[in-house]
């Protein structure tokens, strides 16, 4: 509530931030628990995995949706790194790279 009054979000935005953080949570152990490695190894999964597992090999992950998926983790962990709930270094969420975006 706090960010989507500070950042005057529209319901649909904040639809889209959980439900990435929701999707993320397919990627990577239980958020307090993430250590750095679980972040890239995490990162690496939605970059390189299938939507339909590997007997499907060909429906990989759009670069938008990898795109925004790094776009709203990275705000997500500084704000876990600032609540006190998470002991990740912020100096290595602000190294995770986003990729290019798909100009479509």
């Given amino acids: 509530m706090k960010r989507r009054a500070d950042k005057d ?3 649909a ?5 959980l439900w990435t953080l929701l999707s ?7 958020f307090r628990q993430n250590t750095r490695l679980n972040l890239y190894k995490g990162i690496d999964k939605v970059k390189n995995e299938t939507q339909k597992g590997p007997q ?6 759009s670069k938008n949706y990898v795109y925004d998926t790094v776009t709203i983790v990275k ?3 500084l704000w ?3 609540a ?12 995770l790279k986003r990729p290019k975006r798909d100009p479509m």
């Fill in 24 to 30: 993320w949570r397919r990627f990577v152990p239980p």
């Fill in 84 to 95: 006190g709930y998470s002991t990740l270094k912020e100096k290595d969420i602000l190294a």
């Fill in 80 to 82: 876990m790194i600032d």
């Fill in 56 to 61: 499907d090999p060909t429906s990989h992950y």
């Fill in 75 to 77: 705000p997500f962990y």
């Fill in 9 to 11: 979000l529209s319901q």
């Fill in 13 to 17: 935005r904040v639809t889209k931030l």
